[in-house]
């Protein structure tokens, strides 16, 4: 089971940091990362890390966001600075090994 936090309401140009923690140990090859769904579109992938450290983000979020994880707490994390409007979205965190997803966590970023 992964419990999500850290979601909210923000201006353009804030920062937010979500938190994913997953109960119990999880396997050690196991991908963690975060997904989005924005209002009326298909949910997408925003950063994945290995248990190594090696990342991925999707092209947009590059340079702003920073994926993050604590293998010893089986805890992954989303740093979002300079935040968008278009980042606006249900964050869901994701397990790759059992495929495990959280129960997502709301971003508005708005004026």
């Known amino acids: 089971q992964l419990q999500a936090s850290g979601g909210g309401l923000v201006q353009p140009g804030e920062s937010l940091r979500l938190s994913c923690a997953a109960s119990?140990?999880?396997?050690?090859?196991?991908?963690m990362g975060w997904y989005r769904q924005p209002p009326g579109k298909q949910r997408e992938l925003v950063a994945l890390?290995?248990?190594?450290?090696?990342?991925t983000y999707v092209d947009s979020v590059k340079g702003r966001f920073t994926i993050s994880r604590d293998n010893a707490k089986s805890t992954v994390y989303l740093q979002m600075n300079s935040l968008k409007p278009e980042d606006t979205a249900v964050y869901y965190c994701?397990?790759?090994?059992?495929?495990?997803w959280g129960q997502g966590t709301q971003v508005t970023v708005s004026s």
């Open positions: 119990g140990s999880i396997f050690s090859g196991s991908v």
């Open positions: 890390v290995t248990s190594s450290g090696s990342t």
């Open positions: 994701y397990l790759s090994y059992p495929i495990t």
